[in-house]
Structure formats: C-alpha cells, structure tokens
C-alpha cells in the first residue's frame, strides 16, 4: 500500500537522534519539521547550535526552523539568520503573531528575496489564499495546514485539506503541507486530496509497519497482549 502513495513523510521533532535514525534507516522520510515547542521538550538549550547540527545531519533533506519573536522586524532578522545556515532549510513564519497581527507582509518580502518559507499555525482557506496570494512560485515553500488540530474541533478537515490544494495548484513552488496528524490513516487522506506533504513524529511513523496486516491476525495479537500483561501482573480474582 505505501508504494502507491504520492504524498511525502516528514519527521516532525526536535531529537538529533532521531534525525539520524530517519536519515540511516528510513528511506521514507523525506524532510523534518521542527518548532519551539518541540524543541522545548526534547530540552534544547541552545537554539543555533542544535539547528546547525540538524541541517548538517539532514543533508540534503528539507528541514525546518522556526522563528520565536513576536515582532515582525525581530522575525525577519531571525529569518534572515537561520537561512545563512544553509542546508535545505525552510524558514517557519507563523500566519501571525501572538497578537493577531498578520505574518503575510513579512512572507511576501521574505519570499520576494529567495527565501523558502514554511507558513505554519494555518487553520483556514482564508490564511492559505492570503499566503497564497504572496509566495513567488519560482522560491520551494511550503503552506502548513494544521488539520489534526481542526480535527481536535469536531470538524472534518477533509474539505479544509482540499480546497487548500486547489488554492495552491497555480503556483509550482508551493506545497501543501498536512500538519499535527492524529492517527496514520490521515496519511492516506492526505495523500487521496492531493498533500504534496505529512508530518508525522516518530511514534506515529512507527505505526507504518501495521500498513496492510491482516485483522484477524491483529485482534489474535491483541487479544494476546492483553492476557500477558494481566499475567506479568498477576492479577487474581
């Protein structure tokens, strides 16, 4: 089943380990994401050196880095910094910032001088026409939908999803990106809507494996899980 798939496999994180285990050992992925938050959590300390680290280890992958100022002049001098870090880098640029105030001019400079932007936190078609409408189609960027989190809502992101490919289909140089995935058959609806990308973390990437099992098979192996752990604890009635 994955060999029909057209969509490409990000690793979403922020652990240099991983970022070598995906590159040595799984042909699959084919960029990395990261974010403050990420970052945060995996404990980096010093922003600079763990990027430039991830960019020499990603090689000729995508890989992505985002801004963390809340002034748009501070996040172009970020921007501007993390893309002399060379590699196949994409600077993330929030649709806005904490205040509500719209990234798209900062984008439309950015992109307007070469720079390959991630725009990120997009929940709708409103925020993708309007990035849309600046990316110069001859600069890679990439337009990062977060359906898992429009999922979170209660409401299907399928159309969201689909209309943002349709928005993004007249300029070559911009990828749709389907962001925060929930369970790995959202890998296969992005890919069926046309996605050119997914990110996913690496417990989720993991589930690949389970790609075509046989259920009958996989309720047996469940069935038998659930007997040894209630062996191993020695649970008695």
Request: net charge negative; charged share 20%.
């Amino acid at each position: 089943m994955l060999d029909g798939l057209k969509i490409q496999l990000f690793q979403d994180g922020a652990r240099i380990d991983d970022i070598k285990n995906a590159v040595q050992n799984s042909p699959l992925i084919r960029g990395f994401t990261t974010n403050p938050t990420l970052m945060r959590a995996a404990g980096v300390t010093d922003y600079a050196a763990f990027a430039q680290e991830a960019i020499e280890v990603a090689g000729d992958l995508s890989i992505s880095f985002e801004v963390f100022s809340d002034d748009f002049e501070e996040m172009e001098r970020e921007a501007r910094i993390i893309k002399s870090w060379g590699g196949n880098t994409c600077v993330k640029i929030p649709i806005t910032n904490t205040k509500g105030a719209s990234s798209v001019p900062l984008i439309e400079r950015l992109s307007g001088d070469g720079i390959s932007c991630n725009v990120t936190a997009i929940f709708t078609t409103r925020q993708v026409a309007e990035t849309a409408a600046v990316l110069v189609a001859e600069v890679p960027s990439i337009v990062s939908v977060f359906a898992g989190r429009v999922a979170d809502t209660g409401v299907d992101p399928m159309p969201l999803m689909t209309e943002t490919v349709g928005i993004l289909a007249d300029n070559d140089g911009a990828q749709a990106l389907w962001a925060s995935p929930r369970e790995l058959l959202n890998v296969f609806q992005a890919d069926a809507v046309g996605c050119h990308i997914i990110t996913a973390t690496p417990d989720l990437l993991a589930k690949l494996k389970s790609v075509g099992k046989d259920h009958e098979v996989f309720s047996l192996e469940t069935v038998q899980m659930f007997y040894n752990d209630a062996a191993a604890c020695g649970y008695k009635l």
